[in-house]
Structures are given as C-alpha cells and as structure tokens.
C-alpha cells in the first residue's frame, strides 16, 4: 500500500511540475507576443489628486490615475509617548478613495499621499 501511494504522489507531482513548466512558457510566449506589437501601453502619474484629514486617519484620492496608483499616508503619535507611527494601506489604487486610519491610543499629526506610475 505504502508503494502505491509513494508513486501516485510522484506521479502527481510531476504532472504539477509539467502543468507549472508549460503555464510558465505559455506566459512567456505572450510577453513577447505583446512586446511585438506595435501598440504601446503607456503609464503616467495620477493627476487631480487631493487628500487630507479623514475621522482619525487620513484619505486621498485622484480623479484620473493615468495608468499610474496612488494610496493615503498617516503619521500617528502615540498618546504615552514613543517614535511616531507611519500607516499606509496595503492596496494601491487606480479609482476612488483611498483611506488609512490611525491605530487606537495614536493622535493622527499628519498624512499625505504616495503616487506611482506603474501598477
């Protein structure tokens, strides 16, 4: 029984291997099919943008993100003491707005906005 599954898990893994070395080419082949092109896709800075003071955090946000992204930044201080905490959100953003909060027992001091021009 022991044999069985030892070569059902060799076989498996090495259809795994094949499925991932093909989807790997599969990708490849498509850059440079899209490098080929003659069309070119061309990312810039988000302009329109604003932010500022939002609750206990800090908001931004952008009215044309041109290709590029861009999310809200905080300063906290901590209300005993201590460095200053800097927060930003995990996910950048192409529309809409983006919104960072304080942690508890932090005064938020100030906050602003990180743009950049790829995705």
Known sequence: MKKKYSKVLTATGMAACFILG???SANAARAEDTSASTE???TAWPTGCSNGKYEDGWAAK???SNGGRYRA???CKPDGGGPLIVRYPAVWKSKGLS?????????NISGGIITKSTS
């Open 73 to 75: 930044t905080v300063t």
């Open 40 to 42: 070119m896709s061309i």
């Open 22 to 24: 093909l989807q790997g």
């Open 99 to 107: 919104i960072v909060y304080c942690p508890p027992l932090t005064l």
């Open 62 to 64: 952008c009215t044309d």
